[in-house]
């Protein structure tokens, strides 16, 4: 279903449907938080901001959203060249991104609201190792395991039992990136809200679920239709 909004739309609205449009109100100075219960004009006016290059902005956003992939099997007769050119431009620039951005997010909530929400302190601490963990795993995917695959596909491999030792590594630590996603939902009892929370509480949740998203998508590319071209 196509995701729309218009100069009238609530700021708050627009967040809730699209998290990841919160990034262009904060470059912009917009307050989505406490002061997103306006339209978007006022806050565009507000802001001396020209309404169709912000209206621009935040299309960009949801037609990223709309093109997002929702079906990987058009990937199972693709070579292994081409799924890794995807994992890293799809999954990797994109995880590296979100990462980065929901980072400063995750840290403000858990330290105004720890105190009365002790799960978001568990959430923060969840959160920074799954970001090390995966900051790292892509890099060795990149440097490392990818160009053996590339060898394996191409047959030009000198070690094959190194490339596969590899990839099974690779599957432990995404076995391991999944658990601790589990536990973030567990934690959060599944991105339930408490009542009357602030809307950057409201917004970490959203980003945190569409992180899982995207990161099963990544891992499922890899782990049930690239990886087992290698080990059978």
Request: proline residues 3%; hydrophobic residues 40%.
């Amino acid at each position: 279903m196509p995701i729309t909004f218009s100069s009238d739309t609530l700021v708050k609205d627009i967040v809730n449907e699209l998290p990841k449009t919160s990034d262009v109100f904060k470059k912009n100075r917009i307050d989505f938080c406490c002061g997103g219960n306006i339209p978007l004009s006022l806050a565009a006016s507000q802001n001396g901001l020209n309404m169709d290059s912000l209206l621009e902005e935040l299309k960009v956003i949801a037609d990223k959203s709309e093109s997002a992939e929702t079906d990987l099997a058009v990937w199972t007769n693709s070579d292994s060249n081409t799924i890794i050119d995807h994992v890293i431009n799809q999954y990797h620039r994109t995880t590296e991104e979100e990462l980065s951005l929901l980072s400063p997010y995750v840290t403000k909530v858990s330290r105004v609201h720890g105190d009365n929400h002790p799960e978001l302190l568990k959430v923060y601490e969840l959160f920074y190792e799954f970001k090390k963990e995966m900051v790292e795993h892509m890099s060795k995917e990149e440097a490392v395991v990818f160009p053996l695959i590339r060898q394996l596909a191409d047959n030009t491999i000198n070690n094959r039992e190194e490339a596969i030792a590899m990839i099974v590594e690779l599957e432990k630590e995404h076995d391991h990136a999944g658990e601790i996603l589990r536990e973030i939902r567990a934690v959060t009892s599944d991105f339930t809200l408490p009542l009357d929370v602030c809307g950057t509480y409201r917004l970490v949740y959203k980003r945190l679920e569409e992180l899982e998203g995207l990161t099963f998508m990544h891992v499922h590319l890899e782990n049930n239709i690239l990886f087992p071209r290698y080990l059978g």
